[in-house]
């Protein structure tokens, strides 16, 4: 049995693979104050169900990424440390944050695993050491759940059921607000919800495009 995202509420949705959630996540005090449910999704099933090509796939692009994370980490004055190896396989945090109940305290943690202290979670190795960071003694038996596995199985399906398309996003009157620059944007919609009816915004919102699809 899943449970089904309630879109009535406010989410925020993220995976572990992404710097720019984790960012996000440290500036949680700048968030407008909401309850925003945390769901955490699979990146890569995002990009295969609006088939995009995923950014680390493109060299050029994926240095700059790396680059500008690291520059907006620097900016905003938030500990930043690659893991080893980028991208790697966000499966393993992934379920054990849902086992966990996706708490605000437990996600933090484990994004402050990866991109503060550069650890891999993904090995047996890096896995251990996250479950005993976060003192949780049967970690891999939590992930070998069928119920678990579902559950994220199910929020990547529903998420992608209201458009999400990537990382980190914020879902707010039934609008997606997504990238960690996207901040002062979602606090301006936070106050002033009715600047998405205006006149300008609906029309772009509604601009056709002037190409024919391939």
Known sequence: MTDGIDATQPLWFYDFVSPFSYLLLEQ???????PFVLTPVLLNDLYRHWGQRVAYDVPAKRIFTYRYALFRAEQLGIPFRMPPAHPFDSTKPML??????????T???IFRFIWRD??????????????????VPNGQ???????TRAQLMRNSTDAIAIGVFGVPTFWLNKQLFWGEDALPMVLYCARTPNWLDSKEVKRITSLPSALSKA
């Not at 038996?141 to 119920?147: D, F, N, P, Q």
């Open 28 to 34: 949680h005090d700048k968030w407008p104050e909401l």
């Open 118 to 135: 550069g650890r891999d979670p993904s090995s047996a190795d890096g896995f251990a050491a996250l479950c005993e960071k976060l003192n």
């Open 107 to 109: 996600v933090r943690e």
């Open 96 to 105: 054990l944050s849902i086992a966990l109940g996706s708490d605000l305290q």
């Open 141 to 147: 038996e939590l992930i070998e759940r069928e119920a």
